[in-house]
Nanobody
Framework: QVQLVESGGGLVQAGGSLRLSCTAS????????MAWYRQVPGKQRELCAV???????NYADAVKGRFTISRDNAKNTVYLQMNSLKAEDTAVYYC??????WGQGTQVTVSS
């Protein structure tokens, strides 16, 4: 069964940090490009960060320098380390695999 399960969301004060995790099953994780997206109500889902199967990373301008995406192929897990959080980072964060598969989302709320 193909599944992406996110965890690590929550409530944090502005300037704080959170680390999101996404564990995959049912796919060949080591060969899969992985990404984190986020969405706020009434807006389109937007890409935050990508890590390719080869380990190359890319970031949206809004999070560059504050967020870090990484992967652990031994654990079938991709992470999003979020530092210097801002109120505008408040959103539901979704894990994506292969530009096709989605997790259920995890809420991140940053209080100002």
């Amino acid at each position: 069964q193909v599944q992406l399960v996110e965890s690590g969301g929550g409530l944090v004060q502005a300037g704080g940090s959170l680390r999101l995790s996404c564990t995959a099953s049912g796919i060949i994780f080591s060969l899969s490009d992985m990404a984190w997206y986020r969405q706020v109500p009434g807006k389109q889902r937007e890409l935050c960060a990508v890590v390719t199967s080869g380990g190359t990373t890319n970031y949206a301008d809004a999070v560059k320098g504050r967020f870090t995406i990484s992967r652990d192929n031994a654990k079938n897990t991709v992470y999003l380390q979020m530092n210097s959080l801002k109120a505008e980072d408040t959103a539901v964060y979704y894990c994506n695999a292969l530009s096709l598969l989605w997790g259920q989302g995890t809420q991140v709320t940053v209080s100002s």
